[in-house]
């Protein structure tokens, strides 16, 4: 009888162990479930590794929408790389000597170059053909002092949009925010007026408390009109509307995005994300592709 007691108090010890074990991994699973914005699944990208001449690759863009070339740059030098993903060549045009480049545009016929200093560089995107960019201008003290990682144009406005990832405000409030700038017809460019962003609103909706937004990138989707905002550095997407007020917020899983540095949509609102190389990963441009209701 003892015998039997025993015998059943151990499967009993047995089976809730099982059952708290089978509850720590249900939750585990739960907290690792990462929610996709409305009309892309980031569970399943597909997903173009990058070769050791953009594993620095930090900005990409695509002239009006247009997905055949992929145009992009790499933090190191001043070159603008064109590509079609899932092929082997890449061509290469030359515009500026060694420096820390963060990101790229395409408006109104030409290439805008952001350095993480604030530094822009221009020339007519008709150079890209060529191996070396003839007519670049370079236009400093336009932004405010900062430094800076996201550049985005919209279509052929000539309007320029730029997120600055460590401003001078930073330090009297808490503060998010960027510049516009005006591309005229010549390749000039010239600041135009600022936005800012609620880090406040951020902060409620990801439910990490108190957090520093640092993006590192921006595109904007052309059918929504929604700004779609990269912080590789806290691991969010970020969503909002025209009028930069926060609509959403969404972790990131880090086995996909493991270092997220450049966003850009094409015509039929496909979402292209590339992370840079890091020690144990290779560099990827994820594409997502739109899926309509």
């Known amino acids: 009888m003892l015998l039997r007691f025993m015998e059943n108090k151990y499967k009993l010890h047995i089976l809730f162990f099982l059952c708290t074990v089978l509850m ?28 050791d001449l953009l594993r620095e690759i930090s900005g990409i863009a695509f002239n009006q929408g247009n997905n055949d070339i992929l145009y992009a740059e790499e933090d190191e030098n001043g070159k ?16 500026a000597k060694k420096g820390d480049f963060e ?41 405010p002092a900062g430094e800076y990682e996201g550049i985005s144009a919209i279509d052929s406005s000539g309007i320029i949009y730029v997120l600055c990832k460590h401003c001078d405000e930073e330090k009297t ?4 925010g960027g510049s516009t700038i005006q591309l ?13 962003i609620s880090i406040k609103e951020i902060d409620a909706m990801s439910g990490s408390g108190k957090i520093k937004f640092h993006p590192s990138a921006l595109s904007r989707n052309p059918n929504t009109k929604e700004w ?3 912080s590789s550095v806290n691991k969010l997407l970020v969503i909002a509307n025209e009028n930069w007020t926060i609509k959403s917020v969404y ?16 015509r039929q609102q496909n979402l292209y994300i590339s992370n840079e190389r890091g020690q144990t990963w290779s560099a990827t441009v994820l594409v997502f592709a739109f899926q309509k209701k």
């Open 228 to 230: 779609y905002i990269l």
């Open 184 to 196: 005229d017809a010549a390749g000039n460019l010239h600041f135009s007026g600022s936005f800012e």
């Open 24 to 51: 720590f991994i249900s939750c585990e699973s739960q907290k690792q479930k990462f929610i996709s914005p409305p009309g892309y699944n980031f569970s399943s990208p597909k997903k173009y590794e990058m070769p």
């Open 251 to 266: 972790p990131l899983d880090p086995s996909l995005f493991n270092q997220p540095e450049g966003i850009a949509f094409d």
């Open 173 to 176: 409030r808490k503060w998010g």
């Open 80 to 95: 603008v790389f064109h590509l079609k993903l899932g092929e082997n060549q890449i061509l290469v045009t030359h515009f």
């Open 103 to 143: 990101d790229i545009a395409i408006s109104d016929n030409y290439v805008v170059m952001l350095r993480s200093d604030g530094v822009l560089f221009t020339f007519p995107f008709s150079e890209t053909a060529k191996k070396e960019a003839d007519h670049v201008k370079v236009f400093d003290h336009i932004l």
